[in-house]
């Protein structure tokens, strides 16, 4: 089995080196380059396979059908602010809107979280040795970290015409904008203002950095998420 040690690059989930004596500099730090054969070559080929299955399964799990929806741990709900309109409505017998408007919000950021990947791909190329370095020095989630400073801005940017599009096509804008009229109608509620676009690239995003950093904890700790034989190999069985 591999030294200890290795498995600790596995925090390294997103990074990938190009300069593999910087690589050989870090192994010779931990006491690493008498105790194992790997090269650098195959480390660095097994951190960006690692970055290949951490980054797709993050995609596929939530840029699918119910990947929020389904998944209560990033489920879109309604905004706190309108929680307590939410039960006067179903108490008046809206139920059925607010859950429309619900799965309308999970259903656009779904559509919207497949634009992750690329994004996070173009952040590792352009991360420097002294990020890289940070996120070795880090803590469990620490390229999840550096991922949410990074990019928060680009995907928001990418996001925000996806979403709007995706809640155009479900109905979702006409239908908050129908419980709000609703509301006025109703003498013990009285809504608050909001952009429900940017709620919910808001909380889309939040969704997509939870999820990393499950990823990124899985691999690191759990052998059975080193689904290929080179990440067996780097981060051992």
């Known amino acids: 089995m591999i030294n200890r040690g290795i498995l600790a690059l596995g925090l390294l989930l997103f990074f990938s080196a190009p300069v593999s004596g910087q690589f050989q500099d870090i192994i010779n730090s931990l006491g690493l380059g008498k105790t194992t054969s790997l090269s650098n070559d195959k480390i660095i080929a097994g951190l960006k396979e690692a970055l290949r ?49 619900v799965l309308g919000m999970n259903r656009a950021a779904e559509k919207a979280a497949l634009l992750a990947k690329d994004i996070f791909i173009k952040a590792i190329l352009e991360m420097s040795f002294d990020d890289a370095r940070g996120i070795f020095t880090g803590g469990d989630t620490a390229a999840t970290d550096f991922f949410k400073a990074k990019t928060t801005g680009r995907l928001t940017d990418a996001f925000t015409p996806i979403v709007e599009q995706a809640m155009k096509e479900v109905g979702v804008i006409k239908q908050f904008d129908q419980l709000l009229k609703t509301t006025q109608q ?29 990823e990124e904890r899985n691999i690191r700790k759990n052998p059975a998420a080193r689904v290929t034989r080179l990440l067996k190999d780097v981060f051992g069985r």
């Open 53 to 101: 299955v951490g980054t797709s399964n993050t995609v596929q799990s939530t840029g699918r059908v119910d990947g929020y929806f389904r998944n209560e741990a990033i489920k879109i709900l309604m905004p706190e602010k309108l929680r307590t309109v939410e039960k006067g409505m179903r108490l008046a017998g809206f139920s059925p809107q607010v859950d429309e408007l």
């Open 186 to 214: 109703i003498p013990f509620l009285k809504a608050q203002s909001l952009d429900i676009r940017q709620y919910v690239v808001t909380k889309a995003l939040d969704g997509i950095f939870l999820v990393l950093s499950q």
